[in-house]
Nanobody, 130 residues
Framework: VQLQASGGGLVQAGGSLTLSCAGQ????????MGWFRQAPGKVREFVSA????????????NYADSVKGRFTISRDSAKNTVYLQMNSLKPEDTAVYYC????????????????????WGQGTQVTVSS
């Protein structure tokens, strides 16, 4: 499994960016895909996850409180790509953003734990200037 994250950059506060995570060797229609971020001197933290429950043929999305209402996670299974649309960016959103994947649906909040994901992309830098 290979994950390739892209789309980071420098943006002013209030601006927007869209991150992409393209995957190979993984069926996004049955996986849990997550975004995490790590700022300098801080631990890696959960940002968002999208989980597809194949037995229900439906999915759910989850967000950290700090990004709820500003970030939107989505997926394009045909392209095996997950997106993170980030709006109303704040300086405190500055971090390296990582996409992560797990081959199964994660339940009960497990989708917010970095150690539950088996595959990681290389990270993309997002810098928000004030």
């Amino acid at each position: 499994v290979q994950l390739q994250a892209s789309g980071g950059g420098l943006v002013q506060a209030g601006g927007s960016l869209t991150l992409s995570c393209a995957g190979q060797g993984l069926s996004f229609s049955r996986a849990t895909m997550g975004w995490f971020r790590q700022a300098p001197g801080k631990v890696r933290e959960f940002v968002s996850a999208i989980i597809w429950y194949s037995f229900r043929n439906s999915g759910t999305t989850n967000y950290a409180d700090s990004v709820k209402g500003r970030f939107t996670i989505s997926r394009d299974s045909a392209k095996n790509t997950v997106y993170l649309q980030m709006n109303s960016l704040k300086p405190e959103d500055t971090a390296v953003y990582y996409c992560a994947a797990e081959k199964v649906a994660l339940y009960g909040g497990a989708w917010s734990s970095a150690d539950r994901y088996g595959y990681w992309g290389q990270g993309t830098q997002v810098t928000v200037s004030s």
